[in-house]
C-alpha cells in the first residue's frame, strides 16, 4: 500500500497546476474557435482564396489535436485518481504496476502541454526561416555549419516539419559557407528562436594533418516567416538587389539558374536572399517578404535590446558569444550557456535531440 500512498501524493500535487494549465490553454476560446472555423468552411466561396483557406484549415487541424490532447489530459488524470481509490478498498497492490504505467503516460502529455503554454509569443505559431553562417576557420567551420544544418534538418524530421531551403553557398572544399532553410510546422518559430546566436564546436579535426584539436563557430539567426501580407513601405533607393547564379549542393532543393536573388536594406544593412523558386520574380517577391519581416520586427522592437532579442544580436561570430558549446575533445559534452543545461551525448544533440536545450530556454524566457 505504500506505493499507492506515493501515487497519490504524486497526484495530489498535480492538482494546481493542472488547474493553473487549465486557465492558459483556454480549451472553452478554443472550442469557440473550432466552431466559428467550422462555420466558416461552408460559408459559399470559402475555397476561392486557396492561401486564406489552406491557412483556416490548418488552424483547424492544429486547435482540433490541441482540444484533443487536452481533453484526454484531464481524462487521464481522473482515471488514475479512480484507480488509486480502487487500489485501497480492494486492497491489491497488483494494481501498482497498471497504474505506474498510467502516470507515466499522464506525465509525458502533461510536459507536453506545459510546453505548449510557454509558445504563447504573438509570432511562436508561425513557421521560421533559419540562416546558419560559417564563421572565420575556413574549411572546419564551413563543415560545422553544415553540421548545424543537418542537425536542425533531423529535429525538424522528429517533429514532423518540413524543411524548404532557399539560398545556399557552398564552402570552398566542403560543407557549407551559408545556408537559408524555411521550417515548416506548427510553432516551429516557437522552438526555433531559442537557437538564434552563436554555437561553438570544440574537436579534432578531419582536416588537420596534425590532429590537433580545433574551435570553430556557425552563427544561426531565425526569424518569423509572417504570411500575411504586411504594410510596409520600402524606398526602392533603400535598396540594393543583385542577381546571381544558385550554387548550392541542395540537389533537387535549389534552382540553378541566374535567377537568385539577394537584397540589401541599406539603411540598416539587412541582407535576405532567395534563389529556391523557379524564377527571378518568385525569387525577389520571397526575399522581399522575408525583409519586410525583419524590418517589421526591428520596428515593433523600439529598444535596442528588443531588437537584439528579435534579429539576433549582430555580434562576431568568434570566442566569447557562443550561446552553446559543442565540445567533442578532451571530453563530450553540449553545453547551454544561458541557462547551463547539459547533455554528454554529443552525438545525439548532433542528430536532432536538441529538445532539452529548447524546453529550458523556453522556461527561462516565461519565468524571467
Known sequence: MVELDQFKTLMNAYE????????????????????????????PGFWDEPEES??????????????????KLYTAYDDICLLIEMGYEENDPSMAEEIGAEIKEFEGVFEGLRIQTLLSGEYDSCNAIVTIHAGAGGTESCDWASMLYRMYSRF???????????????????????VTFEVNGENAYGYLKSEKGVHRLVRISPFNAAGKRQTSFASCDVVPDIEEELDIEIA?????????????????????????????????????QCQNERSQ???????MQMLKVKLKLLKEQAQADKVSDIRGEV??????????????????????????????????????NIDLFMNAYLKQTVNS
Do not use: C, W
Open 16 to 43: 494546481e497546476p493542472l488547474a493553473e494549465m487549465r486557465d492558459s490553454l483556454d480549451l472553452a476560446g478554443k472550442e469557440r474557435r473550432i466552431e466559428e472555423l467550422e462555420r466558416k468552411i461552408e460559408e
Open 54 to 71: 489552406q491557412r483556416f484549415m490548418k488552424e483547424l487541424k492544429y486547435l482540433k489535436e490541441q482540444v484533443e490532447t487536452i481533453k
Open 156 to 178: 525538424s524530421e522528429r517533429k514532423g516539419f518540413s524543411i524548404q531551403v532557399l539560398d545556399y553557398l557552398d564552402g570552398d572544399i566542403t560543407g557549407t559557407k551559408a
Open 236 to 272: 526602392e533607393d533603400d535598396l540594393k538587389i543583385d542577381t546571381y547564379r544558385a550554387s548550392g549542393a541542395g540537389g533537387q532543393h535549389v534552382n540553378k539558374t541566374s535567377s537568385a536573388i539577394r537584397i540589401t536594406h541599406l539603411p540598416t544593412g539587412i541582407v535576405v
Open 281 to 287: 520574380h518568385h525569387n525577389r517577391e520571397k526575399a
Open 315 to 352: 555580434k562576431e561570430i568568434g570566442f566569447g558569444n557562443q550561446i552553446r558549446s559543442y565540445v567533442m575533445q578532451p571530453y563530450t559534452m553540449v553545453k547551454d550557456h544561458r541557462t547551463n543545461v547539459e547533455n554528454s551525448n554529443v552525438t545525439a544533440v548532433l542528430d536532432g
